[in-house]
């Protein structure tokens, strides 16, 4: 059965013969994904719907980093993160190959002693909210080895410390069939139109297939709303207001520029404030490519589009780069790929630079909802647990507990197999977990998509098994080789569709539909922005 045939089945078996949910959870990023797993390991029945894809939004377009956040600890922000770190620490142990461990390195120079020591004495408790030691002091030699090409006038030193890295869209589709094994259901391109209310409660919600034009409507015990950015379009008849608060949502755009790994070759992230405003930006490695980024600016498009860069975020995040690497030379057309993510910011009032707002989580509630809105990427199953026992404790669904359950256990005993390294098996086993047992070696095509580290058979996978509606949700979300390679992977084009086209249900007309599409998308939302004028 191909991939469209596939949705049209589970959509039937789901909103036609099931009409009746525990749990409807709205929005199909990180934090809904969150939501649906934790539900569904507590035995209810849920339910995730997403208006768009799944890590559409913020979650496929993050800084990709799973950390505790120094500026927050430098700022006082002591329980967000302690919070954060010990996330970190958890999600790294049990989802190794996904959420992998990265070196981070602050480069000091002369005249910036206090600097310096305010970061060993903020590190030291970095480290004890982890319970590991994991900074070091660098000298300059050393840090010139781990950064090669560094400005090396007035280096003096470096420091060393840890976080994490990962694939934020795979996080998401991981943490989605880890909760399909529960037998909980996620769908995507299906649109909430309304809610339904029953006396002043919501009771379910009305649904719209955009793909087949198709009207629904479930009714379930609880709805959640895990919306992101876009949380303020349906947060209910009090509009957001839970006593006397009033929560706000801020979107803020941070945007990044991705280049050839060999062009910058560093094995650790350099973490520097900008030589302009003294913001602290990332230079790390990430997949074969090296990342810059992030700005911090309020979002000014509009939000139901793709977010992209505009001339001068990227002119600020090349000054960076030339800046700290000044023989790098990097030309505009070298650029592989951008990205800008919405982050929805809880504002706590008016007047706050971007940077200075709290990345803290919000959850409120009314009769029958419970929206969430804020957080990071790294806190995801905290802010979960934390929308469960608000539903809990509203006595929406009685008997509701907290448990204990690890969020992922792997479970997979296959041994690496010959053709591939332990490095590679060991992404693949993050990134799948059980599920690599249902297509290796069945489909082990083991040759990578050109200079990236994803295997032709992942590609083959996903658009069999992982709801692939377009082809941006195969080469944007499900694999990244759209921003891994030039032009979106333009040249590798003839060979996807070769290997993907049987299994899509797509035929030669509806290819050409979605390859002109995708290349539009890659062009006006991931790609370079002209030069201003003058």
Known sequence: ????????????????????????????????????????????????????????GTSSRSSKMVHGGLRYLAKGDFALTRESVRERELLANQLPGLVEPMSYIYAHYRGRWVERFGLRLILKLYDY??????????????????????????LVAGTRFEDAVTDDAR??????????????????YLQVSDLIYKDDAVIGVKLEDVVENQVFSVNASCTVNACGAWVDKLWGKLGGKEGDKQQRIRPLRGSHIVIPGHRLPIGSALALPHPVDGRNVFIFPWEQTTVIGTTDLDHDQPMDQDPSINRVELDYLLQCLDYQFPDLNLQADEILSTWSGVRPVISEKEGVSPSDEKREHAVWSEPGLVSVGGGKLTTFRAIADQVLDRIAAQGLLPGLQTDQVPMFESGLVMACPRELGAGAWRRLVGRYGRRLSEWWPLNANSQRVGSTPTLWCELYWAASAQQVVHLDDLLLRRTRIGVQLPHGARDWLPQIKELCLPILGWDEEVWEQEQSRYLNIIERYYGVPEPLDG
């Open 171 to 188: 996080l998401v589709l991981r943490t989605l069939d880890e909760a399909h094994q529960l037998g909980a259901v996620a769908i995507n």
């Open 129 to 154: 909210f982890a319970g590991r030691v994991t900074h070091r002091g660098l000298d300059a030699e050393e840090t010139r080895e781990m950064l090669p090409g560094i400005r090396c006038q007035g």
């Open 1 to 56: 059965m191909d991939a469209a045939a596939q949705r049209k089945q589970l959509i039937k078996q789901t909103l036609v013969q099931q009409t009746q949910w525990d749990l409807v959870v709205i929005g199909g990023g990180i934090t809904g994904a969150g939501i649906l797993l934790r539900a569904a390991q507590r035995g209810l029945k849920v339910l995730l719907v997403e208006q768009k894809d799944f890590a559409w």
